[in-house]
């Protein structure tokens, strides 16, 4: 059974840093594409970044490029997302996200994944 639990949210001010965590059991980080994802409410879940398995190319989304990181420990089968110089419209629920299926990064974008975890709140205040 394949579990992603994120951690890591909380209540920040804007310019703050944060460091979210995703620790994967059932399946292999580093033979899967993993992703974060966002959602606030009322609006559509939208994609966040995401590392390939198979060469580890990273992708963002131009929101948060030069601001936030991904990145993955395979020993200890966790992903990260690094977020930094946070803006109160960085306000959400982040998912982790997880690809067993080789999709290319058009649908990770539009965030056809494999499994999701529950998510961690994320508040940025101004």
């Known amino acids: 059974q394949v579990q992603l639990v994120e951690s890591g949210g909380g209540l920040v001010q804007a310019g703050d840093s944060l460091r979210l965590t995703c620790v994967a059991s059932?399946?292999?980080?580093?033979?899967?594409?993993m992703g974060w994802f966002r959602q606030t409410p009322g609006k559509v879940r939208e994609f966040v970044t995401a590392v390939r398995g198979i060469g580890g190319d990273t992708y963002y989304a131009d929101s948060v490029k030069g601001r936030f990181i991904i990145s993955r420990d395979n020993a200890k089968n966790t992903v990260y997302l690094q977020m930094n110089s946070l803006k109160p419209e960085d306000t959400a629920v982040y998912y982790c996200?997880?690809?067993?299926?080789?999709?290319?990064?058009?649908?990770?974008?539009?965030?056809?994944?494999?499994?999701w975890g529950k998510g961690t709140l994320v508040t940025v205040s101004s």
């Open positions: 996200a997880a690809d067993r299926s080789y999709r290319d990064i058009a649908a990770l974008r539009r965030g056809v994944m494999d499994y």
């Open positions: 059932g399946l292999t980080i580093r033979s899967n594409g």
